[in-house]
């Protein structure tokens, strides 16, 4: 198994540029989340979805933050317009139903600096 | 809201010491705890998990207890090796299924 697939593993924009990352999921799991690291404030729950539906949203920042996972294999976070302070390394994890007995598996994250 | 706390923040020991990492919670209604492993620019790679309703798991010379009335876990890592070396997380889901809520992580070197 590959495991969590992230890309683009690094990007570099400019503020007000639009940013997309992605996600590929572990095959067969449910349950996918998008978090995001920063020294200042840890990890954070951005938001996650069951079955490619969005379960909990209320971890994303602002309405420039979008997520959508057309399918059970592929899911987008987009940044429109992206700015300085969303600098941070995004990460990708996936699970097999719910984490309640199933590990989270992380992708290698995608390290976002907006200048 | 749940607030996940480790102790310490740093820890540097010689290749072989037993040691301890500490994590605490403030809301005992969880339904797991994990510790992760974050290597420098890798994502985070899951250890352990226990149950809530159990008191400890064991991963060769790894092992994770939880004492959920007292909001505690720990992890303690047996003859430390310097591939141990990393960020060691712990995070406890809470009472919202699939919503994990991380501590900080202790930063842990292991010299030769």
């Known amino acids: 198994d590959a495991g969590v697939i992230q890309s683009p593993r690094h990007e570099v924009t400019e503020m007000g540029q639009e940013v997309t990352l992605r996600c590929k999921p572990i095959s067969g799991h449910d349950y996918l989340f998008w978090y995001r690291q920063t020294m200042m404030r840890g990890l954070e729950l951005l938001i996650y979805?069951?079955?490619?539906?969005?379960?909990?949203d209320s971890g994303m920042p602002e309405d420039r933050f979008s997520a959508k996972m057309p399918n059970a294999s592929f899911s987008t976070l987009k940044i429109q317009p992206s700015e300085p302070r969303d600098s941070a390394v995004y990460f990708c994890?996936?699970?097999?139903?719910?984490?309640?007995?199933?590990?989270?598996?992380f992708g290698n994250g995608t390290r976002l600096t907006v200048t | 809201k749940q607030e996940v706390t480790q102790i310490p923040a740093a820890l540097s020991v010689p290749e072989g010491e037993n040691l301890v990492l500490n994590c605490s919670f403030t809301?005992?209604?969880?339904?797991?705890l994990q510790w992760f492993r974050q290597d420098p620019g890798k994502g985070l790679t899951s250890l352990l998990l226990?149950?809530?309703?159990?008191r400890e798991q064991t991963s060769g010379r790894l092992n994770a207890s939880l004492d959920k009335s007292s909001g505690r876990s720990t992890l303690y890592i047996a003859a430390s090796q310097p591939g141990d070396s990393a960020t060691y997380l712990c995070a406890v889901e809470g009472s919202t299924l699939g919503r994990l809520y991380f501590g900080r992580g202790t930063q842990l070197t292991v010299w030769p």
């Open positions: 994890a996936s699970s097999l139903y719910s984490s309640y007995n199933s590990p989270l598996h």
């Open positions: 809301d005992s209604a969880i339904y797991n």
């Open positions: 226990i149950q809530s309703s159990q």
């Open positions: 979805f069951n079955n490619n539906v969005p379960i909990d």
